[in-house]
Structure formats: C-alpha cells, structure tokens
C-alpha cells in the first residue's frame, strides 16, 4: 500500500523528463522555419551597372521569388568593394541583411590595407557560390583591331599611348589587365575609374580605349556594337562565348574567371544558412536561369559554402603573387 505514491512518483518524474527531454529535442532554431518573414537587404558592394551588381540582382530576382519575400538590393560601392562588405560584416546577423562577393574585397583588400575592420575568411557565413564569369577583352570600335593578336602588335606600336580603363585599383579588370600586359609585352596607362560602369562609360566614349572586365558588365554593349570583343579568358571556346576565341589561343596559358557568391554576416543562424543555400539552388538550377545568366556571358555554378571558402582561400593566395607583381602599394 505504501509503494503505490512512489511508484506514482516515478511515473511523474519520467513524463516531466519526457517533457523536457522534448523540449531540448526540438530544433535548435524554430524561427529558420518561418524565415523570412520580412525583405531581405542584398548589400551590393559595387556600383550599379558592374558584373557584381548585374548577376546578384538577377540572382535577388530569383530568390525572392523562391522565399517568397522581397529582396532588397543595396548598393554601397567605394574602396573597391571593401565600403560595403564593411557595412554587411557589422550588419546584425539574424538572416535578413546578405552580401554578394566582392573580389576586391574578400582577396585583394587583405593585401593592400594595414587596417581592415573584417577577416576576409572568419567574419562571414559562406551561404555558396552561384555564378562564374570570364573576362572580356574589349576596345573602343575605332581601335584599327578585330583579334588579340592584332591588338597586343597595335598597343606595342602604341606604346603608353593607349589607355587601359578598370573599375579602380585592384579591380578585377586592373589586375587582369595588368596580367595581360606583363603576359603579351606591352604597356598602357592605366586609369582607374569609380567602378565598374563608369570604366565602361570612358571605354565607349574613347576615353579610354580598351579593358578586360568581367562578361557580365559588358555583353549588352557588345552586341549592340557599341564595344567590341576580341577574346574570352576561358581555357578554350565555349558555347558560352559563342564564337569568340579564347585569349589563350593568342598567349597559351592565359586563363581568368571570376566566381560570385553570397555571404552572410558571422553568427547567421546554421539553419538559416542551409535554408538560404538550399533555396539558391533551387532558384538557379532551371533553364530558364541558366539562360539569364548565359545572356550575361556568364554560368550558373551552385556551390556550397564550403566549397566558396576553398575558393577564396585559393584566390587570396593567388592574389598575394599579382598584387606583388603589380607593385600595388599597402596603404
């Protein structure tokens, strides 16, 4: 008779156990499963117009539609990219402010500035990379030009007369055309613009008469006729190119592309990472996205986050030798 409290007791003490054992049992994170429940900041942090800024809003489109909330791009160009990956690494890091890549800023920035505010491999969530893009190498349509090799013989003749434009030091198109230059032995003066538009804009005007930036910001004015194309940066011909010959047909070995991808500010939930890389996949992996970003002179690459940072890791090595080549000044 006295046995039956404590055997009562025992049932109790078990089902409160259960309870809780229940409770620490749940997700970690029930608020990944609701999210977003509001627009989501895409930090841009490179001028409208440039390759960064042309892929990541056809990126935001596709997204948004897949979680079904606004994405809102914010661009906050300056410093080649280093002024708005700044703004994104301090955003709070609750899943609704995002940052598209910048290889100014995540691979060049660590080896020109003394002073960094963020760590280029531990202040982000790598969400995974979305897109890869060659370079073009385009002039003015006045140049007397129509292949590589007629350009690299042209720019020797003119020698320091020809103007390189890039979207400012340490660019993509200024380290690449740098490269370029060093590879095929000549020399230009280079001028750097604020951004990658505005290096463009100085091209079709004459201003300065070629450069080799990313596809993605120049494939409108190629077909239109108002640049023109003479090589690709890809190891070989590519579908993606069309006709176009690659560089390396003209300078063997010569190869550049750049990957895209989006970050999040360190400390975004785990769950809302996978839940947003999840989602960029299934926005990107379709035809339809594959030809948007095709028109683009550009490939859809679905990465995951692991895979982005091997990716910039390597490119931060890689950056060190040209930025050592190049006699880029730390500042």
């Known amino acids: 008779m006295r046995r039956a409290p404590v055997k009562r007791m025992h049932w109790r003490a078990f089902a409160l156990a259960c309870i809780a054992f229940g409770v620490l049992a749940a997700p970690a994170s029930p608020a990944a499963d ?41 661009n906050r160009a300056g410093a080649g990219g280093v002024l708005g990956t700044e703004i994104g690494a301090g955003a709070i890091a609750d899943g609704y402010t995002l940052i598209v890549s910048s290889e100014g800023a995540l691979s060049l920035a660590p080896h020109i500035y003394k002073k960094l505010s963020y760590d280029p491999l531990r202040d982000f969530e790598f969400v995974g990379v979305f897109a890869d893009t060659p370079n073009l190498l385009v002039t003015n349509p006045t140049l007397p030009v129509k292949t590589a090799r007629e350009f690299i013989d042209y ?98 070995g010569f190869t550049r592309s750049g990957w895209k991808g989006l970050l999040a500010p360190r400390g975004t939930p785990r769950p809302i990472v996978d839940k947003l890389h999840a989602a960029m996949r299934r926005s990107l992996d379709t035809r339809e996205a594959r030809e948007q970003f095709a028109q683009q002179g550009s490939e859809v690459v679905l990465g995951d986050g692991a895979e982005m940072k091997r990716l910039l890791e390597k490119e931060i090595a890689d950056t060190a030798l040209v930025v050592k080549a190049a006699g880029l000044r730390v500042e």
Do not use: C
């Open 34 to 74: 609701a999210y977003p429940l509001r627009p989501i900041r895409l930090i841009m942090p490179n001028a409208p117009g440039s390759s960064n800024d042309t892929l990541g809003r056809l990126l935001a489109a596709r997204l948004a539609g897949e979680l079904g909330q606004q994405i809102v791009v914010d």
């Open 155 to 252: 720019a020797k003749a003119k020698a320091g007369q020809l103007n390189l434009a890039s979207a400012g030091a340490g660019s993509q198109s200024h380290l690449t055309g740098y490269a370029l230059m060093l590879a095929a032995g000549f020399n230009s003066l280079h001028v750097p613009y604020t951004g990658g538009a505005a290096s463009i804009n100085a091209l079709v005007s004459n201003e300065s008469q070629w450069s080799i930036p990313p596809a993605a910001g120049v494939m409108t004015l190629v077909r239109s006729a108002r640049l023109r194309a003479l090589a690709h940066t890809l190891p070989k011909r590519s579908p993606l190119m069309g006709e176009l010959p690659a560089l390396a047909e003209t300078l063997p």
